[in-house]
Nanobody, 125 residues
Framework: QVQLVESGGGLVQRGGSLRLSCAAS????????IGWFRQAPGKERDRVSC????????HYADSVKGRFIISRDNAKNTVYLQINSLKPEDTAVYYC??????????????????WGQGTQVTVSS
């Protein structure tokens, strides 16, 4: 049974940092494309980062580029999102998702069908 579980969210001050974790079970994160998304109240869900299974390339939304870093720890079967220099506008529920349709997916064409439950990130002024 496949599952993704996010953790690491919390309340931080402007300029602070967090490391979000996406622990996978039932599949190996090394073999599939994994994305991070976020959704603020009343807003559309946006993709903020992605790591491709085909070549390991990483992708970032313009709003987070230079501040967020996506990585994989294959031994722990976990994908991380290090979020730095946080701003109040980063406040959202953060989700990880996997494209399990194929093992050679890449981020620009990924079809994310498996989702975690989300972890709340709140950034105060």
């Amino acid at each position: 049974q496949v599952q993704l579980v996010e953790s690491g969210g919390g309340l931080v001050q402007r300029g602070g940092s967090l490391r979000l974790s996406c622990a996978a079970s039932g599949f190996t994160v090394d073999s599939y494309t994994i994305g991070w998304f976020r959704q603020a109240p009343g807003k559309e869900r946006d993709r903020v980062s992605c790591i491709s299974s085909s070549d390991g390339s990483t992708h970032y939304a313009d709003s987070v580029k230079g501040r967020f870093i996506i990585s994989r720890d294959n031994a722990k079967n976990t994908v991380y999102l290090q979020i730095n220099s946080l701003k109040p506008e980063d406040t959202a529920v953060y989700y990880c998702a996997a494209d399990l349709h194929i093992t050679t997916s890449w981020c620009p064409r990924a079809n994310f069908g498996t989702w975690g439950q989300g972890t709340q990130v709140t950034v105060s002024s």
